[in-house]
């Protein structure tokens, strides 16, 4: 994504050789600005951001628990606690998204 190339220039990581095009390292995953000089043109990108989230269809929960689980049990589990509807989990993993 182009947000994760905007990377302060003297916070660049070298992510190929000297000489490297942009064509040849933006193939190999990499971020390339040639308009500051001594700094690496071609640079690692930010990390994607994620965040968790309790998913809000609950047919597509995924059970994290077992039957007549407690809410605190479950969320010192690490996972998401929804008492309702029945016939579903009620204890049940995050999904992680993008930002």
Do not use: L, M
Not at 24 to 51: H, L, Q, R, T
Not at 78 to 85: I, K
């Amino acid at each position: 994504a182009k947000c994760q190339c905007k990377v302060v220039p003297r916070e660049r990581t070298n992510c190929g050789y000297p000489g490297i095009s942009a064509a040849e390292c933006k193939k190999i995953g990499c971020c390339f600005n040639a308009s500051v000089p001594s700094v690496p043109w071609c640079y690692n990108p930010k990390p994607k951001k994620v965040k968790k989230v309790c998913p809000n269809d609950p047919y597509t929960r995924i059970n994290c628990g077992h039957p007549g689980i407690k809410a605190k049990e479950c969320t010192k589990k690490g996972c998401c606690f929804r008492a309702h509807p029945a016939g579903v989990p009620w204890c049940f993993y995050h999904r992680v998204t993008e930002e």
